[in-house]
Structures are given as C-alpha cells and as structure tokens.
C-alpha cells in the first residue's frame, strides 16, 4: 500500500511542485514484551526537484469515522508506542526520480501488559536551501504523509458490540453507518458482510463490511454504501430489511438489523 503526496512547497524565492510517494501506509507488528524489530519504509521522490524529508515518530488516534488524528493526539497515552521507536535518518534530501529508506527500530519494554499498542512516523516534506535557519523559518509544508504502525502485544479478551445502525444519504448515495465500541484493550480490524433484503425475505444485494481499524478502548462509526448509482445497480423502490454482520475475533459474529426506504 502506498500514497502519493502532490503538493506545492512555498519557500522565499521559490515555489516548486512535490510528488513523493511513501510505501507502506500501514505496518502492523505482532511482538512480545522485551522484543526488538528494524522496519523499512520506502520514499521515493516522483518529481523534477531535490525534496527535503523528515521523518518524526508520532502519536496518533482515529476520529469518530475513522480518519487519522496528529493534532491534538494525546501523547504518550496508555496504547502509545510512540517511545519505543528511533527513527533514521530524520531528515534527508532525495534527488528527483530517486528513492530512499526510512528504518524504524522497535523495541518493546520488559513488563508491558497485553493490548493493542500504536504509533506512526509522519513524514514531512520541503523544498532543499542551502541555509537551515532560513528553511526551518520560511518554508511552509503544506502537506504530510504518515506510516500508521500496529504493535499487538498478546492476545487480550475481545470485548466489543454493536451499539447502533443508521442511514446516511451522502449525494447520490446511501451508506449505513455501524456504530461500534470496543470496551477491550485489543486491537482488530473489521469484516464481515451487509445483506439488503425485500419484503418477501429474498437477499436483493450483498456488500462486504470495509477492512478498518478498530482500537482498544474506544468506539467509531463504520460507513458501509449499499446503494452508489455509479458503481452498483439501481435498487427498486420499496422498504428494505438492512442486516449487517461484523467479525471482530468474537466467538459470534455482531449482528445488527434496521430497515431502509428506497425512494423514487
């Protein structure tokens, strides 16, 4: 998995388009208390000028819907990782069309208890000058990528339900959003399947639930489009019967049931 960063670097007397792209996004770790690993994360510079990096260890959480959090991240919070990770280079210049490592070296604390632990190394990205009083002055990053990291460490009781199934209309299409709350200290990612049934109990349409994370100790929302115009074939008008399954390694899957109204 990768991402790609286009974006414009502003410094005193220049401006220059970045293209960097960062591979993996996501690295997840299964370790035990006292173990040590060294990681690679591949940077590559896709544009026509020399581009700065940084690379920061980073605490991080998730929003309500699941996206990435930096600002405003609690540091060193009960599932942080963030102080068992060194980070090199921090900061390095990558010619155009080149492409370089990042290593994160990892080493879990003696005593840690069982849980779902995360941090992340947040890559920053600046135009090269020649005066480092200038450029960390002047030079205005307007955009960053991060490598989101995983640390499970042995295998907590999962504990988690789901709370609540509702209908969101986003344009043209409908999406349900699963409510759900992890009460363990357990990291997992979801899956399962979204059936849409009409009112003679025969399956109309089946959707798989997105592969997302689900953090120890919090709740989220998990938006699942059943209908896009775009993508799927149009669902005829009429009330439908909505059952959602999720599997998050309980020994019974989550299931919750709601009804859908398909308009004209």
Same mark, same amino acid.
């Given at each position: 998995?990768?991402?790609?960063?286009?974006?414009?670097?502003?410094? !005193?007397?220049?401006? /220059?388009?970045?293209?960097?792209?960062?591979?993996?996004?996501?690295?997840?770790?299964? +370790?035990?208390?006292?173990?040590?690993?060294?990681?690679?994360?591949?940077?590559?510079?896709?544009?026509?000028?020399?581009? =700065?990096?940084?690379?920061?260890?980073?605490?991080? $959480?998730?929003?309500?819907?699941?996206?990435?959090? &930096?600002?405003?991240?609690?540091?060193?919070?009960?599932?942080?990782?963030?102080?068992?990770?060194?980070?090199?280079?921090? @900061?390095?210049?990558?010619?155009?069309?080149?492409?370089?490592?990042?290593?994160?070296?990892?080493?879990?604390?003696?005593?840690?208890?069982?849980?779902?632990?995360?941090?992340?190394?947040? &890559?920053? &990205?600046?135009?090269?000058?020649? +005066?480092?009083?200038? =450029?960390?002055? *002047?030079?205005?990053?307007?955009?960053?990528? /991060?490598?989101?990291?995983?640390? #499970?460490?042995?295998?907590?009781?999962?504990?988690? @339900?789901?709370? *609540?199934?509702?209908?969101?209309?986003?344009?043209?299409?409908?999406?349900?959003?699963?409510?759900?709350?992890?009460? #363990?200290? =357990?990291?997992?990612?979801?899956?399962?399947?979204?059936?849409?049934? *009409?009112?003679?109990?025969?399956?109309?349409? @089946?959707?798989?639930?997105? $592969?997302?994370?689900?953090?120890?100790?919090?709740?989220?929302?998990?938006?699942?489009?059943?209908? $896009?115009?775009?993508?799927? !074939?149009?669902?005829?008008?009429?009330?439908?019967?909505?059952?959602?399954?999720?599997?998050?390694?309980?020994? +019974?899957?989550?299931?919750?049931?709601?009804?859908?109204?398909?308009?004209?």
């Amino acid at each position: 998995m990768a991402a790609i960063a286009a974006l414009l670097v502003h410094a !005193p007397s220049a401006s /220059a388009q970045v293209s960097v792209e960062v591979s993996p996004l996501r690295v997840e770790l299964t +370790a035990g208390p006292g173990s040590s690993t060294t990681q690679s994360i591949t940077v590559a510079n896709a544009g026509k000028d020399p581009v =700065r990096v940084r690379a920061i260890a980073t605490d991080w $959480d998730l929003s309500r819907d699941g996206a990435p959090q &930096f600002e405003g991240a609690v540091e060193g919070g009960p599932y942080s990782a963030t102080s068992w990770i060194r980070v090199a280079p921090p @900061e390095q210049v990558i010619e155009p069309t080149r492409e370089t490592t990042v290593r994160f070296s990892l080493t879990v604390p003696t005593g840690i208890q069982p849980g779902g632990y995360r941090t992340g190394v947040l &890559f920053e &990205f600046g135009p090269v000058t020649s +005066a480092p009083a200038a =450029r960390g002055r *002047d030079v205005t990053f307007k955009s960053r990528i /991060a490598t989101l990291i995983y640390v #499970s460490i042995g295998q907590p009781v999962m504990s988690a @339900e789901l709370t *609540d199934l509702g209908v969101r209309n986003v344009g043209p299409q409908t999406q349900i959003i699963a409510t759900m709350k992890n009460s #363990s200290r =357990r990291y997992v990612r979801t899956r399962g399947t979204l059936v849409l049934y *009409d009112q003679g109990g025969r399956s109309v349409r @089946e959707v798989p639930v997105p $592969d997302v994370p689900f953090l120890p100790e919090s709740e989220r929302e998990i938006a699942i489009t059943v209908i $896009d115009p775009e993508k799927q !074939p149009p669902v005829a008008p009429g009330e439908y019967k909505v059952e959602v399954r999720i599997d998050v390694g309980l020994p +019974a899957l989550l299931v919750g049931e709601t009804t859908l109204k398909v308009l004209r």
